[in-house]
T-cell receptor, first 112, second 115 residues
Framework: DGGITQSPKYLFRKEGQNVTLSCEQN?????MYWYRQDPGQGLRLIYY???????QKGDIAEGYSVSREKKESFPLTVTSAQKNPTAFYLC???????????FGEGSRLTVL | AQKITQTQPGMFVQEKEAVTLDCTYD???????LFWYKQPSSGEMIFLIY??????QNATEGRYSLNFQKARKSANLVISASQLGDSAMYFC????????????FGAGTRLFVKA
């Protein structure tokens, strides 16, 4: 079945460490996204990529980095510069605007 | 500013009854798209329904319909014949420019369906 796979589902990190969240899709979608969700809040866009080897900052990109070397993969690195990284991270893809987003099951990051 | 507002943090509905989840939006764009997503406790977001700003008819998808009132800038979700499995968070979202990639989400409404 086609879909989006995020890993790990749960991740614990010590302060000062970088961590990379994986996102893989087999939907053949050009566009991929990373969102952050905090308790009681909606989703906020971190980064998005319209096509391979290209990506743009979203609304809250500071402290995060991404790469898009393959169409299927869009990993997110949460760096030590991110001041409040504990959150639920959702990866998504779409065929392009204004199409709906297809989401993975999310990765919950906790900084100890 | 482009924004989505969902004023109901939580809603209760009796099983088999209909429920309306409110959503208002703010944009100066003429062309935009409106979405509703469902988030069960598992965390995955599921697309429910889409309405384009130029669509004259309200969108429907099975038990879901979108009550689109353009002049009032509202895009309420109506769920008919509620089921226990409808208990979840519901998010209204907008792409301000239908050629853009930045979907904006509201804070969500948690729906509880009572047996």
């Amino acid at each position: 079945d086609g879909g989006i796979t995020q890993s790990p589902k749960y991740l614990f990190r010590k302060e000062g460490q970088n961590v990379t969240l994986s996102c893989e899709q087999n939907l053949n979608h050009d566009a991929m996204y990373w969102y952050r969700q905090d308790p009681g809040q909606g989703l906020r866009l971190i980064y998005y990529s319209q096509i391979v080897n290209d990506f743009q900052k979203g609304d809250i990109a500071e402290g995060y980095s991404v790469s898009r070397e393959k169409k299927e993969s869009f990993p997110l690195t949460v760096t030590s510069a991110q001041k409040n990284p504990t959150a639920f991270y959702l990866c998504a893809s779409s065929t392009g605007p204004p199409g709906e987003l297809f989401f993975g099951e999310g990765s919950r990051l906790t900084v100890l | 500013a482009q924004k989505i507002t969902q004023t109901q943090p939580g809603m209760f509905v009796q099983e088999k009854e209909a429920v309306t989840l409110d959503c208002t939006y703010d944009t100066s764009d003429q062309s935009y798209g409106l979405f509703w997503y469902k988030q069960p406790s598992s965390g995955e977001m599921i697309f429910l329904i889409y309405q384009g700003s130029y669509d004259e008819q309200n969108a429907t998808e099975g038990r879901y319909s979108l009550n689109f009132q353009k002049a009032r800038k509202s895009a309420n979700l109506v769920i008919s014949a509620s089921q226990l499995g409808d208990s979840a968070m519901y998010f209204c979202a907008m792409i301000p420019d239908t050629g853009g990639f930045k979907t904006i989400f509201g804070a969500g409404t948690r729906l509880f369906v009572k047996a």
